[in-house]
């Protein structure tokens, strides 16, 4: 239905795509695999018409498309739901989905036939969503299912998909799911694109693999390994994504104990790492888990309760407290809380640390030094591409957290507290992320880490702390946690 | 990787989340404008109560058209600040309609004397275009090179009323129609000033705008989220170009009935009025970052600034004192607004 044929992108002479060929059929669901900056965005934007393509044909149920526009690509049938979403906040769902294609009888809005169609779309995808709220109080799966909903309302032949499930718990992946099988079944074509094998093997019919702007092929799902897929995807053989870490458990180094937040959002945690252990914390999105990394840290008002450091007692933990006692903190928003987007990866590296004695003197700053100074660990985490000048913005996903985590090299830290640190970034920067927490843990450092991927858990920790409504419902030590043992707690359950 | 990056299987679904919030009763109050009704009613009633001749007759004609003279701007200026921007150069269009207003008068009737309802007619089209130029101008200047909405209309600001002065010498142009003075500007419709009938139908005409427009909702998007709003197919370009162009438009018709009110052309005039109506857009509910705000909230600021100007006025506080009061007013009831706001999380 969909053909694409040597199609180029060119972005002021760097090659972003090249000479890359693609299809869809109708109700065929077409993953697009690939690391960061492989191409995949790139391709989903130039067929949803976001910017126009250097070279190459273009051609929709036979009737070729010479130049694409977001309103000529909506009006050929091709709809998509990115990775930032098209809402506006301040609208309400219901003026949200009929943004930009109000329906007016002469001057004024016809405001009930759209509530009216707007309440059976939804009803038809089995989204429940309130009509007139605002998008700025809907929570983050909320906001996805209504854009989604959104891109449906034109009743689209090309539906792209760009990561839908990165922000969803399982629960609501679920019923993305039974919705995507329902487009399906009505000859609606699925570009998919998501870093989650299960998904890409439980869903798509064939998957198309990119790397480095090329396309290296495309296979029928079916017909492939994961460990193939990998391979096509990295460009050499993935013997292991995770790195065997050694533990060596010694003393604690961070616990916890009846720790209350006082939004309630932590309920009488009580916790404790120890120095060369992977702490892993367990739960559903919301389950309290970001929120008990962010009271250790000083960003959520603990209510009672208290956090000690080896033996000591910390008051009331502040970042900047934190950080002087060797607490390190990553947050899961690297863009909202990590990074200042517009500055330079160096500046961004040395962020907390301007004040080392290796840097600054006084209130002067050793900026001469401040280059050699990051180099090594932006090298040792493999920033690509290896340019500290340039801005954080710049960067793909995964080399942004790079720089982020370049942070907790810059001096020797004792506790690490990482928070979904894979989100959004590929495999190849996943097992950079990997291979940085076994050589912290190795090196004798206490390392938690929040996640909603089950083989983190499964692979990088030793123990594992299970959270329900925010209370901590499980301590599985090593051996006992299977995908099945830690997901039997994950709805409060006792096992 | 293999073993299932997702627990898809073994998890049942989960219960919906309930809506992260609730409206309640303070809630509505505060998103129906409940700080600015407040307000108002406070600053009427202590007013009332400190100067009885608040109540007169005439006094409150002159407090409902000096309400209308701030209404009618910040109403522009809300039209510009829920799309996203700023309007600095309000006060300037008002000052040069003011000039624009009274030269083709005095110059029209040179070629057609007697003919006065022509003159003014000739002269309402006249500031309107310019109003239309300059909005036209800002739009450009802020959607075709992407500058700062601020700097772009601070500077046309400061263009304008070089114009105006450098035209005028700072000098008042007399010789206006005589039938403007008396039929705009101390005229009356059923015993209410002119210029308010007018400034009320704007005001009607913005919340028709605002509410049950396509247009009004795109303003609101533009202003929200600007990519958003082209990603979903908004003509973002076009929305922000009728927001600025409605709101110079409106800044010129406001100076074009002050030259009615005040019997001449002046540059001078408008000097404050940027701040005054952003002050009363904000007090009003409007948000800085755009997306949000309501017409009518906007009108009860305003009042609530006339009649705070009026009770300063009736008291015989040195006029220098009065912009001080009107400083600490502005910071003062934002203070109050965000703490509510915060208080209800948002």
């Excluded at chain 1, 930009?100 to 001057?107: A, F, K, N, T, W």
């Excluded at chain 2, 400061?158 to 039929?183: C, K």
Aim: neutral net charge.
């Amino acid at each position: 239905m969909l053909q694409v044929t040597g199609i180029t992108k060119k972005f002021r002479g760097v090659v972003a795509l090249d000479n890359v060929d693609f299809s869809l059929e109708r109700g065929e669901v077409h993953a697009l695999l690939g690391e960061n900056g492989a191409g995949k965005s790139t391709l989903i934007n130039l067929i949803a018409g976001t910017f126009p393509w250097t070279e190459g044909a273009c051609s929709i149920d036979g009737q070729s498309i010479s130049a694409l526009t977001p309103q000529a690509a909506r009006e050929f049938g091709i709809a998509a739901v990115f990775q930032e979403f098209s809402l506006v906040p301040d609208l309400t769902v219901l003026e949200n989905l009929f943004l930009g294609r109000e329906r007016s009888g002469g001057l004024f809005l016809k405001r009930r036939e759209m509530r009216q169609s707007a309440i059976e779309l939804l009803d038809d995808l089995g989204f429940q969503v309130p009509l007139d709220e605002k998008v700025a109080f809907l929570s983050r799966a909320q906001k996805q299912m209504v854009e989604i909903a959104k891109a449906l309302r034109t009743k689209p032949k090309v539906l792209i998909l760009d990561e839908p499930t990165a922000s969803l718990t399982d629960g609501e992946a679920e019923k993305l799911f039974q919705a995507m099988a329902l487009l399906k079944a009505r000859d609606v074509g699925i570009i998919y694109v998501s870093h989650r094998m299960a998904e890409i093997r439980n869903l798509s019919d064939r998957v198309t693999v990119l790397r480095g702007g090329r396309k290296i092929g495309t296979v029928v799902t079916a017909e492939v390994s994961d460990e193939g897929l990998i391979e096509m995807m990295v460009g050499r053989p993935v013997e292991q994504l995770f790195p065997k870490i050694e533990y060596k458990p010694g003393p604690v180094r961070l616990e916890g104990a009846n720790l209350t937040s006082e939004s309630g959002s932590v309920l009488d945690a009580s916790f404790v790492a120890r120095a060369g252990e992977v702490v892993g914390l367990a739960g559903l999105v919301g389950c309290g888990r970001s929120e008990l990394c962010r009271a250790i840290f000083g960003l959520e008002p603990i209510a009672s309760g208290t956090v000690k450091l080896g033996d000591r007692l910390v008051d009331h933990p502040t970042p900047a407290g934190m950080l002087a006692d060797n607490v390190c903190y990553f947050p899961a928003d690297r863009g909202a809380e990590g990074l200042a987007l517009l500055r330079s990866a160096r500046e961004n590296a040395t962020m907390g640390s301007l004040g080392l004695p290796a840097l600054s003197a006084g209130p002067v700053l050793k900026f001469w030094r401040e280059h050699d100074i990051i180099r090594d660990p932006l090298e040792r985490l493999g920033l690509r591409p290896m340019a500290p000048e340039r801005k954080v913005s710049a960067f793909s996903g995964g080399n942004q957290q790079k720089v982020m985590l370049a942070r907790g090299l810059m001096k020797p830290f004792e506790v690490y507290i990482f928070d979904e640190p894979t989100v959004g970034i590929d495999v190849g920067a996943k097992a950079d992320v990997y291979n940085l927490i076994k050589s912290l843990v190795e090196g004798g450092a206490c390392v938690i880490v929040s996640t909603s991927e089950l083989p983190e858990l499964i692979n990088l920790a030793s123990r594992i702390y299970v959270m329900h409504e925010g209370r901590i419902v499980a301590d599985l030590g090593e051996g006992e946690h299977s995908e099945a043992q830690i997901l039997s707690h994950y709805f409060g359950g006792q096992a | 990787m293999s073993s299932g990056a997702t627990a898809t299987a073994a998890a049942p679904v989960k219960a919906e989340r309930p809506a992260p919030h609730k409206a309640g009763l303070l809630d509505r109050f505060l998103m129906q404008g409940g700080i600015v009704i407040t307000f108002l009613l406070v600053a009427v009633v202590a007013t009332a109560i400190m100067e009885p001749r608040f109540l007169n007759r005439l006094n409150l004609l002159n407090v409902m058209r000096n309400f209308a003279f701030l209404l009618i701007p910040s109403l522009a200026q809300m039209l510009v600040m829920t799309a996203g921007g700023f309007d600095l150069s309000v006060g300037a269009v008002l000052a040069i309609s003011s000039v624009v207003t009274a030269t083709v008068m005095l110059v029209g009737a040179q070629y057609l004397p007697g003919m006065e309802w022509a003159l003014i007619l000739l002269s309402l089209v006249a500031v309107i275009g310019v109003g239309a130029l300059v909005g036209l101008v800002n739009a450009w200047l802020v959607t075709g090179f992407s500058l700062s909405p601020f700097m772009v209309t601070l500077a046309m600001m400061s263009v304008l009323v070089g114009i105006a002065l450098y035209f005028t010498q700072g000098i008042p142009i007399y010789g206006v129609a005589e039938s403007f003075v008396s039929g705009v500007g101390r005229g009356q419709i059923l015993g209410l000033p002119v210029v308010l009938v007018i400034s009320l139908v704007i005001l009607a005409a913005c919340i028709v705008l605002q509410r049950f427009t396509a247009l009004g909702r795109h303003i609101y998007a533009v202003g929200s989220d600007l990519r958003s709003a082209r990603l979903s197919g908004v003509a973002t370009g076009r929305t922000l170009a009728v927001a600025y162009l409605l709101a110079s438009v409106l800044a010129a018709l406001t100076g074009f009935l002050m030259t009615a009110r005040l019997g001449s052309g002046q540059s001078t005039i408008g000097e404050t009025l940027a701040l005054q109506t952003i002050a009363a857009a904000v007090i009003g509910g409007v948000s800085l970052r755009g997306g949000v705000g309501r017409a009518e909230h906007v009108a009860l600021a305003a009042l609530f600034l006339a009649v705070v100007a009026n009770a300063m006025n009736l008291t015989q506080v040195d006029s220098k004192f009065q912009t001080l009061v009107l400083g600490a007013v502005l910071i003062v009831a934002l203070a109050i607004e965000r703490l509510l706001l915060r208080r209800r999380g948002a």
